[in-house]
């Protein structure tokens, strides 16, 4: 492809990374609403971004406009995310986290070894959301940006509306005590199913923006490791603040990216792949030990159960 051959332009590399950063900065933002707010370890956020990615590859190969593949993209990662909630939910902590990380390692090897769903091993190409012939590379780049970002901006205005309200609060006192969220009548059950269902979604969405931009996915695609970089990013920019998790999505897709190009102008003793993973692990380890809270700190001060609990009571006599 030409948008790989031509990745020594530092423009075309810088453009490269900003479109990788707003794609990451979606599932970032998808995990601070699971983790940050809600309390609750997903370490499969891979399957669902597989879920969406190849649908939306599926629906392209087939014809279907890009707004139809992003959509169903979407919905079919949101029942994904629905249908592993109601087992998985039931669990806690680190039985939840073993779970999730388990299913979407399931889903992979699906993907992998059964050749009718999208290729198997050889993988799907999928076409470009838009097809416009003889525009430079970095005009084709632009239009991806604005594609990306307008979907960031939308997740992220969705997101801060539902942690913003009333909900929201019930959010974070269910991550604070969610016994005594119970204890107030409150299904907390139904309140996690629907979190994992529209944050399963918000990853569907970035599946279908990543398959459309690179062009070519197959199952060696999706990883573990790219469930780790997302807590990565969460951690790194501040858990419950979805600025930080915009900010760690920048901070760990720059390093994970830079060190790639980074070869082509330094001779490095290390090879740049292991080297990323050690800057990250440095980074992490540093922020862990002198700013826990991560880069932003939480934007509102947290609401915990009994304070929920004491208005409720309030209102009630």
Known sequence: ????????????????????????????????????????????????????????????????????????????????????????????????????????????????????????????????AFQLTGIPIRFS??????????????????????????????????????????ALGKNTFNYKTQVFSLSSAMTGLAGSLFAQYVRFIDPYTFEPFLTFSVWMMVILGGPANNLGAILGAGVVTSLERGARIIKDYILLPVDPHNLRIMLIGTLIILILMYKPEGLLKESKIKTSALEVSKKWRRRRS
């Open 141 to 182: 780049m632009l239009i991806q940006i604005g594609i990306v970002y307008l979907s960031l901006a939308l997740c992220y205005l969705l997101v801060q509306l539902i942690v913003n309200s009333p909900y929201g609060r019930t959010l974070k006192a269910i991550r604070e005590d969610e016994l005594a969220v119970q």
């Open 1 to 128: 492809m030409e948008r790989v051959g031509k990745l020594a332009d530092p423009l075309i590399y810088l453009l490269d990374m900003v479109i990788f950063i707003g794609i990451y900065s979606i599932v970032s933002i998808s995990l601070n609403l699971e983790y940050g707010f809600t309390g609750l370890a997903n370490f499969g956020k891979v399957a669902f971004f597989m879920v969406g990615a190849y649908s939306s590859a599926i629906l392209a190969n087939f014809g279907y406009p890009y707004i139809v593949c992003i959509l169903v993209a979407a919905a079919m990662a949101g029942l994904a995310g629905f249908l592993v909630s109601i087992p998985a939910l039931r669990l806690r902590a680190d039985y939840l986290a073993i779970v999730t990380l388990a299913f979407g390692e399931i889903l992979r090897f699906i993907f992998k070894n059964e050749d009718w769903i999208a290729g198997g091993v050889q993988g799907i190409t999928v076409p470009s």
